[in-house]
C-alpha cells in the first residue's frame, strides 16, 4: 500500500513545471520559449534541491498517489534516493547546459523565430519533463511513455544543427531505440499477464523465477541496454552523439542514458526475483567489461576530438553495469557498496561527459576543426575550457579527488571482497586506457600552437559554464559522504 | 598544537589559490620561499606534535608526524624553501611556474604526515601530477616529450597505487582507512602479495625503482634547474616514505624484504653504469638519484629481512642527507653554467666535496648516512654490496663533477647572483652539517664511517675516476631512459594490437550485424537468467 | 473444434499470412497495402478479443492513419536500387536473423503459454472505480482516471512529436505550412470527396468522441476522423493549412495538454490532489478535457501527417502570421 | 488449446516477424513497415492478456486495452517522426537506407557548429 508522503507534491511539480513550461514555450514561441525555459530549469532545479533535501532528511522514499487512486488500478510517483539523486545531477546539468545554450541558441529581442533556435528552448524543458518522469514513475508502462519522450527529445536535439550527414545516424538511432522501446513493451505485457499490475513497488518481491518473468526480463533488459548503447548494441551512439551540436551531445551523454539506467535499476533491483538477477548479473557486467575495454581502445585511436569523446561515453556506460553481479552477491556491505559505487559512476559521468562535450565544442569552434592531432594552441586561447576537460577526463579516469574515483574505488572494493576480483582488473585497465586518451587530448591541447594555427577566443560565461559542470564532477568525490547518505535512501 | 599539521599542505595550496588573484599575484611569487616554513617549524617540534584526528562523516583522516616523517619533511621544507628562492633569481616571476610549483608543494609535503590512505593517497596524487607541470615549464618540444612520459608514468603508478589501497582498505579490520590499522594485517591476508607487489609498484615508480626509472634520467634534463632539484630531491622522497609507512618490517609479507634488496642493490648498480655513460651533467645526476634511492630500496628491504625495527628512521636519514645534497648539486650546476670558466672558483670546492660525500667520505653528512645505515648493509654479502654501490657512487659523481666542469667551460662567463649563489651555499652547507645535528635522533654509531671498509670504496673510485675521464668519452652515450628505447620497440605490436580491436568494433558497426546482437543478447540474458 | 476456435484460428493464420506477404512484397507500394490490410484484420482480432475502444483505434491510427503516412511516403520515394541491394543482408545474415526472430518467438510463445490461469485482472476494479466518476466505459474511466497520468503524458508526447517533425525543416522554410505544396483541384475525384466528405465526416468524428465515455469510441478514434477531414482540403489544394508560427495552431495542437495539466493541478486546490476529480464535477470535467484534447490530437495528427513545412508563404501571409 | 491461445500465437508469430523484418530488411521503409508489425504483435499480446482477464461482466481487462491505445498513439507518432527523418535523408542525400558510408562512416563536420 503506498501512501502520499508529506512533500510527495513536489514530485507533481518537478514533473507538471517542465512539461507546462514546454507547452507553453511552444505556443508562445521565439524568446518567450527562451525565457520560459530558462525560467522552469531555474525552478526545476530548486524542486530537484527541495526533493533530495526532503528525501535525505527524512530518511525514506517520497511518493504521491496519483489522483488518489492507490495502485494497482492507479498509479504512483515515487523519489528514492537514486532517484532524488537523478534528479539534481538533471537539473544540474540541464541548466549549465541552458545558460551554455544562450550564446549559441539566443533570439534577441524584435529578431524572428528561428528552427534551431525554437527547438533547443522547446525541448530544455521537454527533456527535464522526460527525465522526471522516467526518474520518478512508479509504473512500468508510465515508464514505457517516458522513455519514448526520452528518445523524442534525444531525437530533436540531436538534429538541431539540421546538417545533411546527421539525419542518418539519426535514423539509426531512432529505429534502434523504437526497437528497444517495443522490446520493453513486450515484456511490460508479460508482466502484466502475469501478475495484474506494472507497480514497480507491488511487483518487488513478488514475482516468481518462472518463464513469463524470465522472458519479459531479458526483453526488457535487451530493449534498455540497446537505448544504452551497451557494447555490442553501440553502433549508432558515436555518430549519433559526435554529430550532435555540442550542447546538444552534452545532453545526450550525460542524460539521456542515464533514464533507461535508471529504468534497468528498477527493473532489475525492485521487480525480478533473486536468482534471476545472480544468473543475469554477471552476462551483463560481461558486456559491461567489454564495453569498457573495447570502447577505450577505439576512443583512444579515434581521430575527430567529439567521435573520441562519445566513444568513451560507450566505454563509461560499460561501468554502470560492473555494479550488477556485485549486487547481486550475498555480501550485504559490498552490495551497499556496490550500489554507491554505480549510482555515482552514473551521477560523476553525467556531469564530466556533458563538461567534456561542451569543451570538445567549444575547442571546435574555436580552432575551426577537431582534428586530435592538431588542437596544438588550444590551451593558450581557452585555459579554462582545456582545464574544464582535463578536469572532466581525471573523473572518468578515476583519479582522486573526482566523482569518478569514489565511484570506481566502491565498485573496485565490492568487486574485491565479493570474490570477483576480476572486475577489479577491469576497472583498472580501463582507467589506463581513459587516462590514455585523456591524455592525448590534453598533451595535445597543451602542445605549442602549430604555424598558421588561427584560434579565435570563445566567450567568457560558456567557458564558465563549461568548468562549474567539471567542477561539480569534482566536488562530488570532495563531498561524497552527503551524496552516498542520500542515495543509500530506499537502495535494494 | 596539532592543527599546525594542517597547514603543511594548505599555506602553499592557499598561496597557489592565491595566484588566480591579480592583485596578489607578484606578491606571492616574492615569498615563494615562504610556502614550506610551516612544515619546517612542524618537523622541528617534533615529538610534541600530537596527531590531528578529523571526523567527517563516515571517513576518518588521520595527520601525524613522527620521527622518519619529520626528517623528510625538514629536509623537504629545507629543499623546497631554497629552491624556491633560487627559483624566484633563476626564471623571474613566472605565475604559471609558481602555480604548478605551490601545488606539487602542497602535496610533497603532505605526503610526509598522511595519516590514512584517503590524505595519503591525495598527497601522493597531487604531488605526482602536479609534478608535469614543472617538468614542462620551458614548453620545449623535448620538454612536452618528457612532460608526456612523466604523467604517463605517474598515472600508472597512482592506479598501482589505487589497487593496493582497495586492498588494504578490504583487508583491514573494521572501517579504520588509518595506515597504522590497514597494514598490519598485510603479512596474514590472502592477497598481501598482489597488494606489496601494487605497492612495490607503485613507490618503485616514484622512487626509480629498475625497470620502473626512466622518467628520471628524461624528465630531469628537461625541467628547469629548481624544479630538477625539487623533484629528485623531495618528490622521489614520496615513494620512500611510502615503502616505509606500508612495508613495514612486521607488516610485510615474507619474501618482500629480499625482493626489494635485491632490485635495490640492481637499481644502484644500473644507476651507476647507466650514468657513466652520460654527457649531460643533468642527466648523470638523474642517475646518481636512481642509483640512490635504490640504495634506500636496499635499506628497507634489508630492515624487513633483519627485522630491524628502526630501518625506516635510518631510510630517513639516509634520504634527508641525499635530498640536500642533491639538491644542492642541481642548484650547482645552474651557477656552474651562469658563472662559465669562474666555476673552477667558485663551484668545484664545494661540488667535490658534497659528490665524494655520496661516496661515504668522513666526515661529511654522506659518511654519516652511510655510517647510519649499517644496520641494514653491514653485514656479510650485504657489507661488499653496499660497499661496491659506495664505490660506483663515488666514481658517478666524480664523472658529474667533471661533465659540469665541461659544460661550464663551454658557457660564457659570468657571475652568479646573489639569488642563485645564496640558496646553493645555503643547501650545501645543510648537507654537510645538518646530518651531525640530527646525528642524536638516529644514533648512528659514528666511529664506523672511519672505519677502513667505509673509506676504501670512496678512495678506490677517487682513484678510478682519473682514468674513466680518459674513457668516458669513448663510451657510446646511452639515451635517456635507457630501457625505454625497449618500449618504443614494442609499439609495432601495439599498433596492430589497436587497429585488430578497431577491426573487431566495426563488425558491429553495420544495421544488420547490430540487430542480430540485438536478438542474441535477449537470447542469451535469457539462457542466464534461466540456468 | 468449434466455430469461434476455427474463426480464431483463421484470422491468426490470415495476420500472420499478410504480414509475411507484407515483408516479402516485391514494391514498397505492396508492402504498404500488405500492411494496411494486416492492420484491418487485426481490428477484426481485437473486436474478437472483446475490446472494440482498441478495435475502433487500431482501424483509425494502426491501419488508417499509419498506412496514410506511409504511403505518403512511398510516393516520394525515387532510386535506391543500387544503394539498397547493397545494404541488402546476406543470404546468412538473413537465415541467422530468421533463426533468431523464430527462437525469441518461440519463446515468447512458451511464456505467454505459461501466463497464471485464472489469470490476475484489475476489471473488477476498474468497473468499480470507473461508478463514482459517472462513466460507463470502464477503458475511458482508466484512460483519463486511474492511469490519467499516461494519457497526459502521451499527450504531451504528441506535442513532442509535432515539434520534432517541425525541427526537421530546412531553415529557410521555417514559418512555413505544413507539409508540400498541392496543386488545386477543381474537379475531379479527391476535390469532390474533400468537398463532399468532411462535412459528414466532422460530424462522425465528433460523435465518437462525445460518446467514448459511455461507449467505445473517445477522443483519439474521433480526433483521427477529424484530422482526416481537415487534411483532404489541404491534399485537395481547396484549404491553405496555417502557418507553423501561427500562434492559434500552436494553441489547438498544445490545448488537450494543456487543459488536462490544469484541471489536474486544480485537483490540488478542489479536490483530492493532482489529477483527481472532484466527484460532482468528475464527468463535465472529464468531458471538458477529452473535447480539448479531441481537437489536439486531431491538430497533431493533422501535422504530424502533412510533414516538416517545405513550402513558405507568400510573404502578404506571412505578414497576417506575425503577431 | 482456447481461441485466445491460438491469437496469443499469431501475436508471437507477428512479433517474430516484425523482428525478422527490421533486422533483415534493408530499406528504411520496410524497416519501418516491420516496426509496426512488430508494434502490432506487441499490442496484440496486450489484447490476449486483456481478454484472459476478462471479469465482472467485462469482456475484457480494462487496463490493458487503455494501455494498448496509449501506446498505438505513441507509436504512431514514432512513425510519423521515423518517417519524416527518411524523407528529409531521400531528399537530401537520395539514400534510402541507413548503411553506413563508406569506407568509415558518417564523420560529422564539428567545422560547421552553430
Redesign the interface.
Known amino acids: 500500500m503506498t501512501a502520499t508522503t508529506p512533500g510527495g507534491w513536489l514530485l507533481v511539480l518537478a514533473l507538471t513545471l517542465p512539461a507546462g513550461a514546454m507547452l507553453l514555450g511552444f505556443v508562445a514561441g521565439g524568446r518567450h520559449a527562451q525565457r520560459i525555459a530558462l525560467g522552469a530549469l531555474a525552478i526545476w532545479l530548486a524542486i530537484a534541491l527541495a526533493v533530495a533535501l526532503q528525501v535525505q532528511a527524512s530518511g525514506a522514499p517520497l511518493a504521491y498517489v496519483i489522483g488518489g487512486w492507490q495502485p494497482p488500478l492507479g498509479m504512483a510517483l515515487r523519489a528514492d534516493g537514486l532517484a532524488a539523486a537523478m534528479l539534481l545531477t538533471g537539473a544540474v546539468v540541464l541548466l549549465a547546459v541552458a545558460l551554455f545554450g544562450q550564446g549559441a541558441y539566443d533570439t534577441p529581442r524584435g529578431a524572428a523565430e528561428t528552427r534551431a533556435a525554437y527547438a533547443f528552448w522547446c525541448f530544455l524543458p521537454a527533456l527535464a519533463a522526460a527525465l522526471a518522469a522516467a526518474f520518478l514513475g512508479g509504473d512500468l508502462f508510465n515508464l514505457f511513455v517516458a522513455l519514448e519522450m526520452l528518445t523524442f527529445t534525444a531525437l530533436a536535439l540531436a538534429c538541431l544543427d539540421g546538417k545533411p550527414s546527421q539525419f542518418k545516424s539519426e535514423l539509426r538511432y531512432l529505429l534502434f531505440a523504437l526497437i528497444g522501446s517495443v522490446l520493453y513493451l513486450l515484456g511490460a505485457g508479460l508482466l502484466y499477464g502475469a501478475y495484474g499490475t506494472l507497480d514497480i513497488a507491488l511487483l518487488a518481491g513478488r514475482t516468481r523465477a518462472d518463464a513469463p518473468t524470465m522472458v519479459a526480463g531479458a526483453l526488457m533488459t535487451a530493449g534498455l541496454i540497446a537505448k544504452m548503447a551497451l557494447f555490442p548494441l553501440h553502433f549508432w551512439l558515436p555518430p549519433a552523439h559526435a554529430g550532435a551540436p555540442a550542447a546538444a551531445s552534452a545532453l545526450l551523454s550525460g542524460l539521456v542514458v542515464k533514464g533507461a539506467f535508471v529504468l534497468l535499476l528498477r527493473l532489475w533491483f525492485w521487480v525480478l526475483p533473486a536468482p534471476v538477477v545472480l544468473g543475469g548479473g554477471t552476462v551483463l557486467a560481461a558486456l559491461g567489461a567489454t564495453a569498457i575495454v573495447i570502447g577505450s581502445v577505439v576512443a583512444l585511436r579515434q581521430e575527430r576530438l567529439k567521435l573520441l569523446v562519445a566513444y568513451s561515453t560507450v566505454a563509461q556506460m560499460g561501468y554502470l553495469f560492473l555494479m550488477f553481479p556485485l549486487l547481486a552477491a550475498a555480501d550485504a556491505d559490498a552490495a551497499s557498496r556496490a550500489w554507491l559505487g554505480g549510482v555515482l559512476q552514473a551521477v560523476s559521468h553525467a556531469l564530466a561527459k556533458s563538461a567534456m562535450f561542451l569543451a570538445a565544442g567549444l575547442i571546435a569552434v574555436s580552432l575551426g576543426h577537431d582534428r586530435v592531432t592538431s588542437l596544438g594552441g588550444a590551451a593558450r586561447v581557452m585555459p579554462i575550457t582545456v582545464i574544464a576537460f582535463a578536469l572532466g577526463g581525471l573523473s572518468l579516469m578515476g583519479l582522486p579527488p573526482s566523482g569518478g574515483f569514489t565511484a570506481k574505488w566502491l565498485l573496485l572494493r565490492a568487486s574485491v571482497e565479493t570474490g570477483q576480483w576480476w572486475w577489479s582488473l577491469v576497472i583498472l585497465t580501463g582507467g589506463l586506457l581513459t587516462g590514455g586518451y585523456v591524455y592525448r587530448i590534453v598533451a595535445a591541447a597543451l602542445a605549442p600552437p602549430a604555424p598558421g594555427c588561427v584560434a579565435r577566443a570563445v566567450p567568457r560565461p560558456q567557458e564558465l559554464c563549461v568548468l562549474a559542470l567539471a567542477v561539480a564532477s569534482m566536488l562530488l568525490g570532495v563531498l561524497p559522504l552527503y551524496a552516498l547518505g542520500l542515495v543509500r535512501v530506499g537502495a535494494p | 598544537m596539532s592543527l599546525l599539521l594542517p597547514l603543511v599542505p594548505l599555506v602553499p595550496l592557499a598561496m597557489c589559490l592565491a595566484l588566480a588573484w591579480p592583485g596578489a599575484r607578484a606578491r606571492v611569487g616574492g615569498v615563494l620561499w615562504a610556502a614550506p616554513v610551516p612544515a619546517l617549524l612542524v618537523a622541528l617540534l617534533v615529538g610534541q606534535v600530537p596527531p590531528l584526528v578529523a571526523e567527517a562523516g563516515g571517513l576518518r583522516l588521520t595527520l601525524l608526524l613522527d620521527l622518519p616523517g619529520a626528517l623528510l619533511l625538514g629536509g623537504a621544507a629545507v629543499l623546497w624553501g631554497a629552491a624556491g628562492l633560487y627559483a624566484r633569481a633563476y626564471l623571474g616571476h613566472q605565475p604559471r611556474f609558481a602555480a604548478w610549483w605551490l601545488l606539487t608543494q602542497s602535496g610533497s609535503l603532505g605526503v610526509f604526515i598522511a595519516g590514512d590512505l584517503g590524505s595519503f593517497y591525495l598527497a601522493f596524487a597531487v604531488a605526482s601530477l602536479a609534478g608535469f607541470g614543472l617538468v614542462v615549464q620551458d614548453g620545449t618540444v623535448a620538454a612536452f616529450r618528457a612532460g608526456a612520459l612523466y604523467l604517463l608514468l605517474a598515472v600508472l603508478g597512482e592506479i598501482a597505487l589505487l589497487f593496493a589501497f582497495a586492498l588494504l582498505a578490504v583487508g583491514a579490520l573494521g572501517d579504520s582507512i588509518a595506515i597504522a590499522d590497514v597494514v598490519p594485517p598485510l603479512a596474514t591476508s590472502p592477497g598481501g602479495h598482489v597488494t606489496a607487489l601494487l605497492l612495490v609498484l607503485g613507490f618503485g615508480l616514484k622512487m626509480g625503482l629498475v625497470p620502473l626509472h626512466v622518467w628520471l634520467p628524461v624528465a630531469h634534463p628537461a625541467a628547469p634547474m629548481p624544479a630538477s632539484a625539487v623533484l629528485s630531491g623531495a618528490i622521489v622522497k614520496a615513494g620512500v616514505i611510502g615503502l616505509v609507512r606500508f612495508l613495514p618490517e612486521e607488516g610485510a609479507p615474507a619474501g618482500w624484504g629480499s625482493a626489494l634488496a635485491v632490485f635495490g642493490f640492481l637499481t644502484a648498480y644500473w644507476g651507476v653504469v647507466a650514468g657513466l655513460a652520460q654527457r649531460n651533467p643533468k642527466t648523470v645526476l638523474a642517475y646518481s638519484t636512481v642509483s640512490q634511492m635504490g640504495v634506500i630500496g636496499a635499506v628497507i628491504g634489508m630492515g624487513i629481512v633483519l627485522d630491524i625495527g628502526a630501518s625506516g628512521l635510518h631510510a630517513a636519514f639516509y634520504a634527508l642527507h641525499h635530498m640536500l645534497a642533491k639538491g644542492a648539486l642541481f642548484l650547482g650546476v645552474g651557477v656552474a653554467l651562469a658563472t662559465g670558466r669562474g666555476a673552477r672558483r667558485w663551484v668545484l670546492p664545494l661540488a667535490l666535496l658534497l659528490a665524494l660525500g655520496f661516496g661515504g667520505l668522513p666526515p661529511t653528512g654522506g659518511a654519516l648516512a652511510k655510517a647510519a645505515v649499517k644496520d641494514e648493509l653491514g653485514a656479510d654479502l650485504v657489507a661488499l654490496c653496499a660497499a661496491l654501490s659506495a664505490f660506483g657512487s663515488t666514481l658517478l659523481m666524480l664523472h658529474f663533477v667533471r661533465r659540469m666542469m665541461d659544460a661550464a667551460a663551454e658557457a660564457p662567463d659570468g657571475r652568479a647572483t646573489p639569488g642563485l649563489l645564496g640558496p646553493w651555499l645555503g643547501l650545501g652547507v645543510a648537507a654537510l652539517v645538518v646530518p651531525w645535528l640530527l646525528l642524536p635522533w638516529v644514533g648512528a654509531d659514528v666511529g664506523k664511517m672511519w672505519s677502513l671498509e667505509a673509506v676504501a670504496p670512496v678512495l678506490l673510485g677517487a682513484a678510478l675516476a682519473w682514468p674513466w675521464r680518459r674513457w668516458a668519452d669513448r663510451v657510446p652515450e646511452l639515451p635517456e631512459g635507457d630501457v625505454l628505447v625497449l618500449a618504443r620497440r614494442g609499439a609495432a605490436p601495439r599498433e596492430a594490437l589497436g587497429r585488430a580491436v578497431l577491426r573487431f568494433e566495426t563488425m558491429f558497426r553495420p544495421w544488420p550485424a547490430a540487430g542480430l546482437s540485438l536478438l542474441a543478447v535477449v537470447l542469451g540474458l535469457l539462457a542466464a537468467m534461466a540456468g | 473444434m468449434t466455430a469461434g476456435l476455427l474463426f480464431d484460428l483463421m484470422m491468426a493464420l490470415a495476420v500472420l499470412g499478410t504480414a509475411a506477404w507484407t515483408l516479402a512484397a516485391r514494391t514498397q507500394f505492396a508492402a504498404v497495402i500488405g500492411f494496411v490490410a494486416t492492420g484491418l484484420l487485426l481490428s477484426l482480432v481485437w473486436v474478437r478479443l472483446g475490446a472494440v475502444d482498441v478495435a475502433l483505434t487500431e482501424a483509425a491510427i494502426g491501419a488508417g492513419a499509419t498506412g496514410v503516412i506511409i504511403l505518403y511516403v512511398v510516393a516520394r520515394l525515387r532510386g535506391g536500387t543500387a544503394e539498397i541491394s547493397a545494404a541488402t543482408p546476406s543470404r546468412a545474415q538473413r537465415a541467422l536473423a530468421a533463426l533468431l526472430a523464430v527462437a525469441v518467438g518461440g519463446v515468447l510463445a512458451l511464456a505467454v503459454l505459461n501466463l497464471p490461469d485464472p489469470a490476475p485482472s484489475l476489471a473488477e476494479a476498474a468497473l468499480a472505480g470507473s461508478a463514482p466518476l459517472g462513466l460507463g466505459n470502464p477503458v475511458s474511466a482508466v484512460l483519463m482516471a486511474h492511469r490519467g497520468l499516461d494519457t497526459l503524458l502521451e499527450s504531451v508526447v504528441l506535442v513532442f512529436a509535432v515539434l520534432a517533425v517541425w525541427s526537421m525543416a530546412a531553415d529557410h522554410r521555417w514559418g512555413g505550412a505544413p507539409g508540400p505544396v498541392f496543386r488545386r483541384e477543381e474537379s475531379g475525384p479527391l476535390s469532390l470527396l474533400a468537398r463532399v466528405l468532411p462535412p459528414v465526416g466532422i460530424v462522425v468524428g465528433i460523435y465518437i468522441a462525445w460518446v467514448g465515455a459511455d461507449a467505445p469510441g473517445g477522443k483519439f478514434q474521433g480526433g483521427t476522423i477529424l484530422a482526416a477531414m481537415w487534411i483532404l482540403p489541404w491534399i485537395a489544394g481547396l484549404a491553405r493549412p496555417p502557418s507553423i508560427t501561427d500562434w492559434r495552431l500552436r494553441l489547438m495542437i498544445a490545448a488537450g495538454p494543456l487543459t488536462f495539466l490544469c484541471v489536474g493541478l486544480a485537483g490540488f486546490a478542489v479536490a483530492d490532489g493532482f489529477l483527481s476529480y472532484p466527484p460532482s464535477f468528475a464527468k463535465p470535467l472529464i468531458l471538458l478535457i477529452e473535447a480539448a484534447m479531441t481537437l489536439s490530437v486531431a491538430a497533431a495528427l493533422a501535422c504530424l501527417i502533412a510533414g516538416p513545412p517545405e513550402r513558405r508563404l507568400p510573404p502578404e501571409s506571412m505578414a497576417a502570421d506575425r503577431r | 488449446m482456447?481461441?485466445?491461445?491460438?491469437?496469443?500465437?499469431?501475436?508471437?508469430?507477428?512479433?517474430?516477424?516484425?523482428?525478422?523484418?527490421?533486422?533483415?530488411?534493408?530499406?528504411?521503409?520496410?524497416?519501418?513497415?516491420?516496426?509496426?508489425?512488430?508494434?502490432?504483435g506487441?499490442?496484440?499480446?496486450?489484447?490476449?492478456?486483456?481478454?484472459?482477464?476478462?471479469?465482472?461482466?467485462?469482456?475484457?481487462?480494462?487496463?490493458?486495452?487503455?494501455?494498448?491505445?496509449?501506446?498505438?498513439?505513441?507509436?504512431?507518432?514514432?512513425?510519423?517522426?521515423?518517417?519524416?527523418?527518411?524523407?528529409?535523408?531521400?531528399q537530401?542525400?537520395?539514400?534510402?537506407?541507413?548503411?553506413?558510408?563508406p569506407p568509415s562512416?558518417?564523420?560529422?563536420?564539428?567545422?560547421?557548429?552553430?
Not at chain 4, 461482466?57 to 494501455?67: K, N, S, T
Request: aromatic share 4%.
Open positions: 482456447s481461441g485466445t491461445d491460438i491469437l496469443a500465437l499469431a501475436a508471437c508469430g507477428l512479433v517474430a516477424i516484425g523482428l525478422y523484418g527490421v533486422v533483415a530488411q534493408a530499406e528504411v521503409l520496410r524497416k519501418i513497415i516491420a516496426f509496426n508489425l512488430l508494434g502490432a506487441v499490442f496484440l499480446l496486450f489484447g490476449v492478456v486483456a481478454r484472459r482477464g476478462a471479469a465482472a461482466g467485462l469482456a475484457a481487462d480494462p487496463v490493458p486495452q487503455a494501455m494498448v491505445i496509449t501506446g498505438l498513439v505513441v507509436a504512431f507518432a514514432a512513425t510519423a517522426l521515423a518517417l519524416v527523418l527518411t524523407l528529409r535523408l531521400h537530401i542525400t537520395g539514400a534510402a537506407t541507413v548503411a553506413e558510408d562512416g558518417a564523420a560529422p563536420d564539428p567545422a560547421s557548429e552553430p
